[in-house]
């Protein structure tokens, strides 16, 4: 059959086509200047980015991986130290642990589907060196939890906040609570750049001296190498475009905010899924949505059925928590981790869905349950 609209799960070229114009002088003002590596564009960027998140140390590094092995060797974690992940993440929150010579142990989600404090807590041995909450889908962890579970053994957290740029708990933005906070600009993120991009950020002198060296093959201000460091940058070019998008990044959480505001109205009263907290739902948290996953009754079987009528979804990490790689030596159970993989999936969230997409996509779910209730 063929499906009456089609909307991709995300549409990359709309990232580019409604301001065209305004991206391509962008491009042709640091191209003509010659401005490529370490540009006064990427110090506004991060200027902008410091003064959004109230940090005192913000650095453009070459992407959201690499942010997170930059700042765990810049703590001098490494060989014979643990860090405790949540399986629910992407395969770089664990990879960046091992990248530095570290364990990643892995724990489990809590019923807000994100890092079980608790489940943390059990993971502590006498090698930890730090707890890393990761902000999934741009819901902030309970970060009142995990600061008891932290503070009571003593243990620093550190964010991985690639998905939440934005993000709140308790009127405190994502990425500024731990020892340091990384983001991601890969394009399908909230603020994306037209490649890999990414920022670590960090309120500690020692550390932001730390990040400063290493990004960039451990020079100090006068070009003296003074450390073992290596290239982590972000592209001037880059940081242009992103600090372009950073000023209307405000709206950008707006609708991101409308569409979730919009999917709730049209499915909360449905038995078969559990869909997050929708924007309106107050307490601690203020959300960026930069997913929209809930949990389904006959998950597969919805994926298919949206499929078929023009609708594409994901199911997060490719269906795999990182517990389930076996080829790296993982050989755990995390319960509400495999429960919750049983049923999660994502519908669109992007800037460019249509309210008319949105309806049409809560249309077909509907559609789904009715005919198979
Ligand atoms: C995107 C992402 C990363 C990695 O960011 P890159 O810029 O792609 O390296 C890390 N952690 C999480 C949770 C992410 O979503």
């Avoid at 994100?114 to 970060?143: F, K, Q, W, Y």
């Avoid at 948290?285 to 594409?312: C, M, P, S, T, W």
């Avoid at 755990?332 to 997409?357: H, I, V, W």
């Amino acid at each position: 059959m063929s499906p009456s609209r089609t909307i991709p799960f995300f549409n990359y070229p709309a990232l580019f086509e409604p301001r065209e114009e305004e991206f391509m002088s962008v491009i042709r003002d640091v191209c003509r200047r010659g401005a490529y590596i370490l540009q006064r564009d990427l110090e506004a960027f991060e200027d902008n980015l410091r003064r959004f998140l109230n940090v005192r140390y913000a650095f453009g590094v070459a992407d959201g991986t690499n942010a997170l092995v930059l700042g765990l060797r810049a703590m001098g974690i490494g060989p014979g130290d643990e860090v405790i992940v949540p399986s629910h993440t992407y395969i770089a929150s664990a990879a960046s642990v091992h990248l530095v010579g570290a364990t990643p142990v892995l724990c489990d989600i809590g019923p807000d589907n994100l890092i079980d404090p608790a489940s943390a807590e059990a993971m502590i041995t006498d090698r930890t060196r730090a707890i890393m909450p990761v902000h999934v889908n741009g819901r902030t962890c309970d970060m009142a939890a995990l600061g008891v579970v932290a503070d009571r053994h003593g243990l620093p957290l550190v964010e991985d906040a690639a998905q939440a740029l934005g993000s709140e708990f308790r009127g405190r933005r994502a990425g500024t609570f731990g020892t340091f906070g990384t983001f991601s600009f890969y394009p399908a993120k909230v603020l994306g750049c037209f490649g890999d991009g990414g920022a670590v950020v960090t309120d500690d002198d020692e550390i932001g001296a730390r990040l400063a060296l290493l990004r960039d093959h451990g020079r100090n201000d006068a070009g003296k190498v003074v450390a073992w460091g290596t290239n982590c940058r972000l592209d001037n070019l880059q940081a242009a475009i992103l600090d372009l998008k950073f000023r209307t990044y405000d709206q950008d959480i707006a609708r991101r905010r409308e569409i979730a505001r919009r999917y709730h109205a049209a499915l909360a009263d449905l038995p078969q899924l559990d869909l997050p907290p929708g924007p309106d739902a107050g307490g601690d948290h203020f959300d960026i949505y930069q997913n929209y996953e809930l949990a389904a009754d006959r998950r597969d079987e919805l994926r298919a059925y949206l499929k078929d009528r023009g609708v594409g979804t994901i199911i997060q990490w490719g269906g795999s928590p990182v517990h389930s790689f076996a080829e790296l030596g993982f050989d755990q159970t995390l319960p509400a981790t495999e429960r919750f993989f049983e049923r999660c999936l994502m519908l669109p969230m992007n800037m460019s869905l249509g309210d008319d997409d949105v309806a049409y996509i809560c249309d077909q779910v509907r559609a789904f349950y009715a005919r198979s209730a």
